[in-house]
T-cell receptor, first 111, second 111 residues
Framework: KAGVTQTPRYLIKTRGQQVTLSCSPI?????VSWYQQTPGQGLQFLFE???????NKGNFPGRFSGRQFSNSRSEMNVSTLELGDSALYLC??????????FGPGTRLTVT | EDKVVQSPLSLVVHEGDTVTLNCSYE??????LLWYKQEKKAPTFLFML????IEKKSGRLSSILDKKELFSILNITATQTGDSAVYLC???????????FGEGTQLTVNP
């Protein structure tokens, strides 16, 4: 069974730009969650989608948004990028309440 | 607000040693506790525990949950250099799949 895939793997953007990251979950998994990982803050929850509906949201500003499609694939968007948005963005999928499996992540660098 | 505290934050041992990593938590509506291993990439799933007192085991790794005292331990016996990694503890609530992570324990196993 293929694992969670994320594209792109690496991204360099300039302050003020916007970015869209993509996540394809494991086949059959309907829950997709997004996390931001930085050396200072560790792993922080962004949001969770289940069956195209946002089920939970973390404490991030409105510049961070996401969506899920009918095939469970998910995208997250960050608008008006700031230097502090530089991080590893991880996507995780699960069969609802079961264990979550992480993708390889997208390393975003904002200059 | 949910809280997960791991100890120690850092540990250096020699190959063959046995280590015990600790995780305590405060969660409003606890559902499960998960352990992940993170090397220089995305976290990989180790265990999910939902019931108190039942040990989960996989090779040299084992984990147990105490829901009364709100903690879990991860044991690694006969450590190998390949066990060097950050070990992350996370909890979920009944409201969804959101993971709240601890800071992690950086384990270094020297030959």
């Amino acid at each position: 069974k293929a694992g969670v895939t994320q594209t792109p793997r690496y991204l360099i953007k300039t302050r003020g730009q916007q970015v869209t990251l993509s996540c394809s979950p494991i086949s059959g998994h309907r829950s997709v969650s997004w996390y931001q990982q930085t050396p200072g803050q560790g792993l922080q929850f962004l949001f969770e989608y289940f069956s195209e509906t946002q089920r939970n949201k973390g404490n991030f500003p409105g510049r961070f948004s996401g969506r899920q499609f009918s095939n469970s694939r998910s995208e997250m968007n960050v608008s008006t990028l700031e230097l502090g948005d530089s991080a590893l963005y991880l996507c995780a999928s699960s069969r609802d309440i079961y264990e979550q499996y992480f993708g390889p992540g997208t390393r975003l660098t904002v200059t | 607000e949910d809280k997960v505290v791991q100890s120690p934050l850092s540990l250096v041992v020699h190959e063959g040693d046995t280590v015990t990593l600790n995780c305590s938590y405060e969660v409003t509506n606890f559902r499960s506790l998960l352990w992940y291993k993170q090397e220089k990439k995305a976290p990989t799933f180790l265990f999910m525990l939902t019931s108190s007192g039942i040990e989960k085991k996989s090779g040299r790794l084992s984990s147990i949950l105490d829901k009364k005292e709100l903690f879990s331990i991860l044991n690694i016996t006969a450590t190998q250099t390949g066990d060097s990694a950050v070990y992350l503890c996370a909890v979920t609530e009944t409201s969804g799949s959101r993971l709240t992570f601890g800071e992690g324990t950086q384990l270094t196993v020297n030959p």
